[in-house]
C-alpha cells in the first residue's frame, strides 16, 4: 500500500474518530483528550529524555492525567474542586523524588520534564472549558475550531505548494522549517477565516461575525506557532517525526501540534469577549 492511499485511510478514520469522540458523550470525549495528551507528551519525552528520568516522566504524564480527569469530573459529576489536589501533589512529588536519586551530572536534561506539561498537558485541559460553554457538555465547539485547524492546514499545502515554492519566495521561518513560506501562511490564514464563516452558516459556531472572523484569525495564525514550534524540538533532536502511531502522518504530537496553541488561544479569546 503506497504512502498516499495510507495517509488518506488513515485521515477518513482520524476525522470519524474525532467526531465520535467530540460528540458522542463527555468520558468518550475525555477519553479521546487523554489519549492524545498521554501518547503525545510520551513522544516528546522519548525524543528528550528516552529511558533518564523515567519516574520523573512517569509522574508527569500521571499529574496531567489525574488533572485532565479531575476537569471533566467537576464539570460532568460535579465533583469537588479538592480533588485537584492529587495532581498537584504528583507534581511535588517530580523534584522530591529527584533527592533521592543520588545522581546530578546530567540534571540539564531534568530540563525537558515541564515541557510537555506546560505545552501538551496544559492546553488540552484548556479544552473543558470549550467543551461546557453553557454549563452543559457541547462538542461542537471544539469540532468546529478543530475543522478550522485542519482547513488552514490545508490552505497552507495548496497555497504553499503553488506559489510558495518559487525561488524568490520567501520563507517564514527557514531555520526552524525551510518549506513553509508566508504564501503558506496567508493562504492557511484564509481557508482558516472561510472555515470558520461556513460554519457560522452551518450554525456550529453561534457568535457574531466579527468574532467568528477573529476567531478565524486567532486559530490559523496560533496553530503555525504551534506546528513551528513542534519543529524546532524535532530539529534540535534531529528526528523527522515524533513518532510513528499514526500510520502516514507520524506521530501524535505532529498531527495535534498546531492544536496545542490554536486550542487554548481560542479558549482565552472566548472567555475575554465572554463568548463562553
Not at 528520568?53 to 504524564?61: G, N, P, T, V
Not at 486567532?218 to 503555525?224: K, L
Request: glycine letters at 10%; one cysteine or more; a neutral charge.
Amino acid at each position: 500500500m503506497n504512502n498516499l492511499v495510507t495517509r488518506t485511510l488513515t485521515s477518513v478514520a482520524f476525522v470519524i474518530i474525532m467526531v465520535a469522540g467530540l460528540l458522542f458523550s463527555p468520558y468518550v470525549f475525555g477519553a479521546l483528550m487523554l489519549v492524545i495528551m498521554t501518547v503525545a507528551m510520551q513522544e516528546f519525552y522519548t525524543m528528550s529524555l528516552g529511558p533518564r528520568f523515567l519516574l520523573q516522566q512517569k509522574l508527569a504524564l500521571l499529574a496531567s492525567a489525574a488533572f485532565l480527569t479531575v476537569s471533566i469530573l467537576v464539570k460532568e459529576a460535579g465533583i469537588d474542586q479538592m480533588w485537584y489536589v492529587i495532581g498537584a501533589l504528583l507534581l511535588i512529588a517530580i523534584p522530591v523524588t529527584l533527592v533521592f536519586r543520588g545522581e546530578y551530572s546530567d540534571m540539564d536534561a531534568f530540563a525537558f520534564i515541564p515541557v510537555p506539561v506546560l505545552s501538551i498537558a496544559l492546553p488540552v485541559c484548556m479544552t473543558t472549558m470549550l467543551a461546557y460553554p453553557g454549563g452543559a457538555f457541547n462538542g461542537w465547539i471544539i469540532l468546529g475550531l478543530f475543522i478550522m485547524i485542519w482547513a488552514s492546514d490545508v490552505g497552507a499545502y495548496l497555497i504553499g505548494s503553488l506559489l510558495g515554492q518559487k525561488p524568490d519566495s520567501r520563507k517564514l521561518a527557514p531555520a526552524i522549517s525551510p518549506k513553509k513560506s508566508w504564501w503558506g501562511f496567508w493562504g492557511g490564514l484564509a481557508f482558516c477565516v472561510i472555515a470558520a464563516v461556513v460554519l457560522k452558516l452551518c450554525g456550529v459556531l453561534d457568535f457574531p461575525y466579527v468574532h467568528v472572523v477573529a476567531l478565524g484569525l486567532i486559530v490559523g495564525a496560533a496553530g503555525v506557532c504551534g506546528d513551528l514550534y513542534e519543529s524546532m524540538w524535532k530539529r534540535f533532536f534531529s528526528v523527522k517525526d515524533s513518532g510513528k502511531c499514526i500510520p502516514g502522518h507520524g506521530g501524535m504530537y505532529d498531527r495535534f501540534d498546531s492544536s496545542f496553541f490554536a486550542l487554548p488561544a481560542a479558549a482565552i479569546y472566548m472567555i475575554l469577549t465572554s463568548l463562553i
